[in-house]
C-alpha cells in the first residue's frame, strides 16, 4: 500500500538524517525494493503534503528533513494507525482527554495517512442505553479507571443481585473486559502487602454504587501482572459457572432461544426420529440454577436429570401456577350443588 510506503519513507528519512547524509532515489528504491522512479514520486507526495522534505542537486545531493524534523510514528504502519483508532472508539464516545488525544496523534501523521485515521474514529457507535431508554453503561468506570492510574485505594460501594450495597475497601490493580463488560481487579483486606499472596478479587463495574478515594498508595502484589492475574481470575470463575451438568430434551426450533440463555454451555446430542426432539446439556453452578434459567421455556424442554433440577422445576411450577392459576367462578344462589342439591 503506498500509505505504508510513506511511513516507511519517511521514517528512512529520520534515521539517514541522523548521521546528516541526503538520502538519495536509487538508495531509497534499493531500500523498499520499489523503483526509482516510485521512490521520487513518493517524496516529491511528502512534500506535496507538507512534511519539510526538500531536495539538492548535485553531487552529493538528495533528499532530507528540514532542520533534522522528526515526525515520532514509532514505525507505525497504516494499517496500525487504523487499528489504534478503532480501538479508541469513535470521539462522539470519548471522554475530553482521549478526544484531544486523537486530534494531537492525527495531526502529527503525514497528511496521507490522516483520512484513513479519521475514517476509523468514525466508525463506530457506542449506546449506553438499553431499548427502554435506561443507563446501562457503568457509571464509574472513570472513576475507577483513574484510581488505578494513580495507584490510590478506594472505599466502594457493592451491590450484588438482589442484595443491598456494602461498602468495600479495595487496592485497584487493573480493568479487564469480558465480552465488552468491564470488571475491576483489585487486591482486598490485609493480604496486598508485598511478599504475601494477594488475596485478589473481581468486581463487575455495573454493580459499584459508590467510589471513594482514600488517598492512601496501593500496594501492589510483588510480580503482578494483569493479564496473567485475570486469566487466573477468569478460569476460576468459568469452573464456577460449569459445576453441574443438566441432561434434557428440546423441543424443534428451540435451539436459538437456548443459545441466547446458554452460549456455549449448551451442547446437542442426538435427534430424536420421530418427534424431532434434541437432546441436550447443559452446564450451569448447580442443577437448581438451570433448572430456573430453563423454567421460561415451559414445555418446550423437559429436563431428565439429576433428580435436583427436576425437583425445582416441579417447585417453580407449582408457586406459579398457585400464584397465576385462575381463581373458581362462584356459583350463583339457586345452582346446584356438588351432589346436585339447590345452594342457598
Known amino acids: 500500500m503506498r500509505a505504508d510506503r510513506l511511513v516507511a519513507t519517511l521514517l528512512f528519512l529520520q534515521t539517514r538524517g541522523q548521521g546528516g547524509a541526503p538520502v538519495t532515489a536509487a538508495e531509497l528504491a534499493a ?15 511528502l512534500a506535496a503534503a507538507g512534511v519539510p522534505v526538500y531536495s539538492t542537486a548535485g ?12 515526525t515520532d ?10 487499528a489504534l483508532f478503532l480501538l ?32 476509523a474514529a468514525r466508525a463506530g457507535v457506542t449506546d449506553a442505553t ?50 465488552g463488560v ?5 487486591a482486598t483486606g490485609d493480604t496486598a502487602g508485598p511478599g504475601s499472596p494477594a488475596d485478589l478479587r473481581t ?10 478515594v482514600t488517598g492512601e498508595p496501593v500496594v501492589r502484589p510483588e510480580d ?30 428451540t435451539e436459538g432461544l437456548l443459545e441466547g440463555l446458554f452460549g456455549s454451555r449448551i451442547r446437542y446430542g442426538a435427534r430424536e426420529p420421530d418427534g424431532g426432539w434434541t437432546a441436550i446439556e447443559v452446564a450451569g453452578p448447580s442443577p437448581e440454577v438451570v433448572a430456573a434459567q430453563l423454567a421460561g421455556l415451559g414445555s418446550r424442554v423437559e429436563l431428565l436429570g439429576p433428580p435436583e433440577a427436576r425437583t425445582a422445576l416441579a417447585r417453580i411450577g407449582a408457586e406459579l401456577s398457585a400464584l397465576y392459576a385462575p381463581a373458581a367462578p362462584e356459583a350463583a344462589p339457586g345452582a346446584p350443588g356438588p351432589a346436585g342439591t339447590p345452594r342457598g
Not at 60 to 69: D, E, K
Open 31 to 45: 531500500e523498499l525494493e520499489v523503483s526509482e522512479r516510485t521512490a521520487r514520486r513518493d517524496l516529491e507526495a
Open 59 to 70: 553531487k552529493g545531493g538528495g533528499w532530507r528533513l528540514v532542520g533534522g524534523a522528526r
Open 73 to 82: 510514528l514509532s514505525g507505525l504502519n497504516a494499517p496500525e494507525i487504523r
Open 88 to 119: 479508541a472508539g469513535p470521539e462522539a464516545d470519548a471522554g475530553p482527554g482521549t478526544r484531544t488525544a486523537l486530534r494531537k496523534l492525527v495531526r502529527a501523521l503525514p497528511a496521507p495517512l490522516r483520512p484513513g485515521a479519521e475514517a
Open 130 to 179: 438499553d431499548w427502554t431508554g435506561a443507563e446501562t453503561g457503568p457509571v464509574h468506570l472513570d472513576a475507577l479507571r483513574q484510581a488505578v492510574v494513580d495507584g490510590v485505594q478506594v472505599r466502594i460501594g457493592y451491590a450484588r443481585p438482589g442484595q443491598q450495597p456494602r461498602q468495600r475497601l479495595v487496592h485497584p490493580l487493573g480493568i479487564a473486559a469480558k465480552t
Open 182 to 186: 468491564p470488571y475491576l481487579v483489585a
Open 203 to 212: 468486581f463487575r463495574v455495573s454493580r459499584v454504587t459508590s467510589v471513594t
Open 224 to 253: 503482578f501482572d494483569l493479564a496473567t492475574a485475570w486469566r487466573a481470575l477468569a478460569a476460576r470463575m468459568e469452573d464456577r459457572m460449569v459445576a453441574a451438568t443438566v441432561r434434557g430434551r428440546a423441543a424443534p426450533g
